[in-house]
Every structure is written in structure tokens, then in C-alpha cells.
């Protein structure tokens, strides 16, 4: 039986990867936080035998060691972090440690310990910049980290590559698109619209209020990229790969794909930070821009080029932009008695 390391196992994608290694007959063994009140929403429900849950922090290279020594896993998913790009701005410190240099402190666990064992690092697409001129980005695409979060993944993708050279490491990076599910955490910008539709639908919402409308994102189903993330690591060869739809949205457009799902035609009138989305068919308004939304530096254009993991790992996208959001606008739907 293969034994894997999930930190972030209380993310999205670490519970989808535990439930997906698991049903490969994986040992899983996760790596959770302390919190004041349950933050295990995502992963309760899974009741299986060999799914084990320790507690530590990514900031602490003990319970990193001390993780790695006890389990002696076959593979290491690093999946933790603080993911989220806004809010990185307001603790760039903090996001430097998560999801910067935490990701040496495994690097070394597994080497000053000897284990054997194949490393995936949660690598981001935000590490291009997404200027327009770049698009479609692949492998190959120079980095141009515009945030406090794509910059300390710079450090965390670098060092894994450096891991790889130095010391002939299985280290490995997927270098990810946006994927999204119901589990998207509700302050990501696809989940906190198919919520509020949700939420406005059972009348418990009047309007949803968004920043900038215009970035566009090649968005994809969480489900299809945690097995690309599996994937990477069963290669012979340790090797870097993007993982992507290779078809781009704007937010207005999931906007208004988003609220199809439910009957509404939206209908756009203004500009800027003075947009604002009416139903067509009532005239309520609906949408509308707060600037309070706006990043410091936005990463505008987003679109990966996926033809690498396709030739190489038999990886494509199985769920298109229609069908994801139609998966999350219903699952809302009915956690809101709909
Ligand atoms: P997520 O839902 O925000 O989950 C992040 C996970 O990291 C949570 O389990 C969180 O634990 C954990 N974490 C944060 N700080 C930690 C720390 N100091 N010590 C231990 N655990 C910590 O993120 P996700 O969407 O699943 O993404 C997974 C990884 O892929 C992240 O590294 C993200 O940056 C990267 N990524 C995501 C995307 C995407 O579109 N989803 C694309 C490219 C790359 P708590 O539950 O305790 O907060
Ligand atoms: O923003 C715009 C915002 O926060 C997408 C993380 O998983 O993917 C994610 O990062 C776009 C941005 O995701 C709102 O300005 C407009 O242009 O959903 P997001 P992200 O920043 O792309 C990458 C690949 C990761 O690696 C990250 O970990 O939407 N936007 N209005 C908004 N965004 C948010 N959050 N909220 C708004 O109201």
C-alpha cells in the first residue's frame, strides 16, 4: 500500500486529492491545523480507515520532520498555503512564510531524513502575470509574479526545481490554472458568485458587488486537476507541468453564464468601477463594481497552454466552462433549500 503526505488537506483540492488517493488504495495521512472552531467542513464526511489526520502548521519545520520521519511517505502533495492573491496583500509577511519558505522546510525534512519519497509543490499560474502579450502561457513562458503571493510561490517553484538539480530529488511542479468546485473557498470570485445567486434566488441577498470584471481566467474543474497532480508524480521522470483548460472567461462573462443557470439575462450598463448588471426581464439591479475589490496590481489575461501534460501525462480537462458552472450554481442552489 502507497503512503502519501497531503498538506492543505482541508483545502479543495487536498480534499479531493485524500478522496481520489484513497480510492487508489493509498494510505493518506493529512496535515491539519489548530483551529478555535472546526474548519474541517471539506473532509468530515470521509470515514475510512486509512485516512489519518496530524496536527501541525506549515510554519513549523517540527511537525514537518516529525510528519515525515513517522509516515516515510511514497509521495508528498504540498498543497498548503495562503492561497488567496487579495489577501496576500494585506499579509505579504505571512503569505511569504506559508507559501514561500514553508515549502524549504519540506524540502529539507525529506532530504536531512533520507526519505524516499516523490514531492509535487502546488505551483500557480499567477506566477506568469498574466500580461496579455505572454497568453497562451506554458512551461516555457518567462515569470512575472504580480503579488505578495505569486512572488513567494516564485521562491517555493524555484526551490523545488533547485531541490531536483541539486540533490536528484523526484521534486516536481504543477503549475496550475484556476480550478474551481463547490468546495472553492466563498471569497474566491466564481464561489462568491454562484452563492450569491443562491443567496438572492432564497431572498436572502439583494445584489452581489465584485471588482474588476474585466480579467479574464482559464478556469477549470478541481476534480479533473487533482488527478493531474497525481499524475505528475507517477512520471518516471520529475518534470514541471501546466495544467489548464486552454479556453479563457472574463468575470463578467461567469457572471452572466452564472445567473443563465437560474433564468436571468443579465444586462450591463455603465463602465469601470461604475458597471452595473440589471435582470433584463425586471430591471433590478443585480451586479454592481466596488472598488474595495480592486487589487494593487491585477493579473489581467489568463490562459494556459496545456499541450505539454496532454502528450506527456495523457492529462486534458474533462469538464468544459458550461458544466462547471453549472455544477457550482447547483450545488448553492441547494444549500440554500433550492
Ligand atoms: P485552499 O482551499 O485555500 O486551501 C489551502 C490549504 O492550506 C488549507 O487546507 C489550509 O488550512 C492550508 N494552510 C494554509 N496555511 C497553512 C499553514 N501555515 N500550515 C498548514 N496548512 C496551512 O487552496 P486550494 O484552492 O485547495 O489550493 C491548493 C494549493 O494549490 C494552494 O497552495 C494554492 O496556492 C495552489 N493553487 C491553487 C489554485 C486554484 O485555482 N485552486 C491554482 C494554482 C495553485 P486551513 O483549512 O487550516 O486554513
Ligand atoms: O480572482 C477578480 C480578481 O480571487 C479571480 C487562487 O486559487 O487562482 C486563484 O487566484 C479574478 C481576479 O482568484 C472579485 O481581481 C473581481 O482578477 O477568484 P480569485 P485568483 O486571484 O485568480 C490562482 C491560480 C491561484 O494560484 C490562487 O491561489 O477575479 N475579481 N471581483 C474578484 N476576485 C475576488 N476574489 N473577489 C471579488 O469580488
Redesign the pocket.
Known amino acids: 500500500m502507497k503512503k502519501a503526505i497531503i498538506t492543505g488537506v482541508t483545502g479543495q483540492d487536498g480534499s479531493y486529492l485524500t478522496e481520489f488517493l484513497l480510492a487508489k488504495g493509498y494510505e493518506v495521512h493529512g496535515l491539519i491545523r489548530r483551529h478555535s472552531t472546526p474548519c474541517d467542513d471539506r473532509i468530515a464526511h470521509i470515514n475510512d480507515a486509512n485516512f489519518f489526520l496530524h496536527y501541525g502548521d506549515l510554519t513549523d519545520s517540527l511537525s514537518i520532520t516529525n510528519l515525515v520521519r513517522e509516515v516515510q511517505p511514497d509521495e508528498f502533495y504540498n498543497l498548503a ?1 495562503q ?4 489577501i496576500s496583500f494585506e499579509v505579504p509577511e505571512y503569505t511569504a512564510e506559508a507559501t514561500g519558505v514553508s515549502t524549504i522546510k519540506v524540502l529539507e525534512a525529506i532530504r536531512q531524513n533520507k526519505i524516499d519519497t516523490k514531492f509535487y509543490q502546488a505551483s ?3 506566477l506568469f502575470g498574466g500580461l496579455p502579450e505572454t497568453a497562451p502561457q506554458s512551461e516555457t513562458t518567462p515569470f512575472h509574479p504580480r503579488s505578495p ?1 505569486a512572488a513567494a510561490k516564485l521562491y517555493a517553484y524555484w526551490i523545488t526545481v533547485n531541490y531536483r538539480e541539486a540533490y536528484d530529488m523526484f521534486a516536481c511542479n504543477g503549475i ?3 480550478h474551481e468546485s463547490p468546495r472553492r473557498g466563498a ?4 464561489r ?1 458568485i454562484t452563492l450569491a445567486i443562491a443567496k438572492i434566488m432564497a431572498g436572502k441577498q439583494d445584489k452581489l458587488s ?4 474585466d ?1 479574464k ?1 482559464d478556469w477549470g474543474y478541481a476534480k479533473d486537476y487533482v488527478e493531474g497532480q497525481w499524475l505528475i508524480l507517477q512520471q518516471d521522470k520529475p518534470d514541471d507541468f501546466v495544467l489548464a483548460t486552454g479556453e479563457t472567461h472574463t ?1 463578467r462573462e461567469f457572471v452572466e453564464a452564472a445567473f443563465e443557470e437560474v433564468g436571468i439575462k443579465i444586462e450591463w450598463r455603465g463602465a469601470g468601477a461604475y458597471e452595473e448588471g440589471y435582470c433584463a426581464k425586471t430591471g433590478k439591479l443585480l451586479v454592481d463594481v466596488n472598488p474595495k ?1 480592486f ?1 494593487p496590481a ?2 489581467d489575461l489568463l490562459l494556459g497552454d496545456p499541450a505539454k501534460a496532454d502528450r506527456v501525462l495523457g492529462w486534458k480537462r474533462k469538464v468544459s466552462f458550461r458544466e462547471l458552472v453549472k455544477i457550482m450554481v447547483q450545488a448553492d442552489l441547494k444549500i440554500y433549500g433550492r
Open positions: 498555503a492561497s488567496h492573491v487579495g500557480t499560474s499567477e503571493y496550475l490554472f484556476n471569497d474566491f470570485v466564481t462568491k465584485l471588482g474588476n470584471l480579467a481566467r468575470v475589490y487589487r491585477e493579473v
